[in-house]
């Protein structure tokens, strides 16, 4: 089993970092303009975002370091097998016959950490795809490359 690249749990700090962020704002907005005119409301206008603040910062410490410590992959002879999840357990496979194509996506985050994302499209319902992300970009462009040679080509 590999593991990925653990400058990913800061990429993912980042994006929990955002989002807590987003969220106090709209909390600080809600408290603000609908909260602060609720005649008995018990607590004092900023609490709610102070919450979501406690709440995201303990979310964006935490996270990023168990989702790293739970997300595994490896490529088998006729597979590959991706395990993964904190809350929620999942365990894919995807057989490199099924395998139809495979993108190396890198987002503004991801390029300051030298890292990518691998995207490997399978046969199969919308959304039968799968993410590999965390990959150092060279890594993520042999792996591509592999794969390729196991996936099988249609005959025209």
Not at 73 to 89: H, I, N, P, Q, S
Not at 140 to 153: C, D, G, R, S
């Amino acid at each position: 089993m590999m593991q990925l690249n653990p400058d990913v749990k800061s990429v993912w700090t980042i994006y929990y970092l955002r989002r807590t962020l987003f969220f106090i704002v709209i909390t600080l907005c809600l408290d603000y303009f609908a909260l602060s005119e609720i005649p008995k409301w018990p607590f004092f206008i900023g609490f709610t975002p102070l919450v979501v603040f406690f709440i995201g910062l303990i979310t964006t410490i935490v996270m990023p370091r168990l989702k790293y410590k739970y997300w595994f992959f490896e490529l088998r002879a006729d597979e590959l097998y991706l395990k993964r999840g904190v809350l929620t357990k999942i365990d894919s496979t995807a057989p490199y016959c099924r395998i139809q194509h495979i993108d190396i996506s890198q987002n503004v985050v991801e390029r300051l950490f030298n890292l990518s994302r691998l995207v490997i499209y399978t046969a199969g319902t919308k959304g039968a795809d799968l993410i590999i992300p965390g990959l150092p970009h060279y890594y993520a462009q042999e792996l591509q490359t592999k794969l390729k040679e196991y996936t099988v080509e249609d005959a025209v």
